[in-house]
């Protein structure tokens, strides 16, 4: 039962029967830290200006209208209007004691069920997967955990894009660069190599044509700059706007000449090296040549075709190693390639309903003046990724008829699916879709994060380092001294990559984050070390008490919630069903990252004040040692929903 639900349940028609609209008010039902209250209601101070009332006697009455007598003490009004609601202590110990043998932990799965879609990861293959992917795969995982243990149809869908420029680009590279030997070895190294030197070359292409025009462009600013500074004018206020405008010309000239710096650094690493000039002297506009490999791709040259079906498998593979090292599985992957054949349809059903038009010889999407249209396909008959994502909503449709499809995707992107959900619903797709925005990772310096060389850094080398780095907190963890090396690798592993995973999810999605192994493999705090570490040291008590678990359980023993630190405990063991639910209102994991951790925290405070194995009896004991337990299942359980491992002993 979710304590929280209920609660705003029996005080509905008391608020309803004085407002309208009674959600806000009941938003103001809130779990509380506070001794005297285990939750505690607020909404007696908005409604003074309503009934024009003191806010204490609104509170009065409406306590006196609302029976929680089955769960609550009586309710108390305090200060100037608050109600603090404590829950029966009986109650919460007949909790807690039903879940002991529960393999749910007393959460009931849904009552109503929702079909949901999840797409999430997605990455563009043929590139290897980089810390920007990090976000997308753990955070729709979690997602899809959550959601899936508590009762929902989930259908996870890797929207693997295999379809894009970037095979022009490494068909380009194999048939112009390729070395067969390297090939051979390591086929995703070469692949990855051409796709990268392909980029360069196309990146210098442009830096080179356009240098000419940002130079001008510099000048033509400086210009400016120095005729507005020889030019003041002597009234203060004129003078005052006059200023504003020079600093706004010196910003853009910033601008330009920082934008001529990253072309001038393309340009030299190019040029410095004979053989890479050799090249992009050789294959001029190849950029226009990489684009002309992907529309014969999509036109089915048999060439490319024969070549995109040799490149994919090793591009999978590679994919799937980084989803084995971060426990992610898919139950579908359906990439951009397996709609291709439902594009011209897509572009046809619009069309038939009058939602396409013609527009300087490519197809559009008109919202109305003020908002540009969405392209559907280019004059030169080519589709594009809104094309795509029409015809997988109406294959997901067809296929699943989902409640939900939520996209878990970059706040980059945010525009495309504002639009590709007008058109979707013009469409009459009666589904609640979502897009699942999230921020960036960044460096110490506050810019995207990026390797020394200016990389973003490979997923693979950034999980390597996590693990390493991991080996040396081993070391300093209780059980760390007595493991073998064996062990402790193992350890290492599981840590290190549950700490970049925590990390991610422990942040609101939509704010950027820093990236940084020390704050992530920290041993106090928030941190997945600190967590697993947590939950080892739990289950070490019974190890070291010699407890059988099965038969604690089985045993019939009572739970009882005397000193504070106990009922605190319970309490926050209990409220573990509440914070599932929070986590999927607005889809966040991180709610659940903040209840792992106060479950944490309370277990800590209450292992200080409370001997467990040297109780004052025996029953006592046999007491704590199921709240000890159900600490021990309640984080396993909430850490298996973030995707995090836990290790018995480390
Ligand atoms: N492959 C895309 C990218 O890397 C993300 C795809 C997200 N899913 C979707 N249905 N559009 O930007």
New binding site residues.
Partial sequence: MNIHAVLQERFRPALASRVDDPTELLEMIRPSAQDAADYQANFAMPLKGVLGKSPRDIAGEIVGEVDVSDMFEPPEVAGPGFINLRLKTDWLRDQLQSAVADERLSIPPAADPLTIVI?YS???VAKPMHVGHIRSTVIGDAIYRILQFLGHNVISDN???DWGTQFGMIIYGYKNFLSAEAFETNPVGELSRLYKLVSQLEAYQEAVEKRPAEIAQIAQRKAAIATAEANAPADAKEAKKHKKALKKLQRTLVDCERKLLSAERKIKAVESSPELLALATEHASIHDRALAETARLHEGDEENVRLWNEFLPHCRDDMLRIYQRLGVTFDRELGESFYHDRLAGVIENLRAKGLAEDSEGAVCVFFGESETPMIVQKSDGAYL?STT?LA?IDYRMAEWNPDVIL?V??HR?HD?FAKLFKVARQLGHDVDLRHLAFGTVLGSDGTPYKTREGDAETLDSLLDEAVTRARSVVDQTQAGPTLSENEKQRVASVVGHAAVKYRDLSHNRESDYEFSYEKMLALTGDTAPYLQMGYSRVRSIFEKGGVDVDELRGSGAAIQLNEPAERQLGLQLRQFGEALERAVIDYRPNVLTEYVYALSTAYARFFESCHVLRAESEELKQSRLLLCDLTARTLRRGLELLGIEVLERM
């Fill in positions: 797409d997605s990455p563009n929207h693997v894009g990724y994502d997988t996209y995707v970059d992107q495309h």
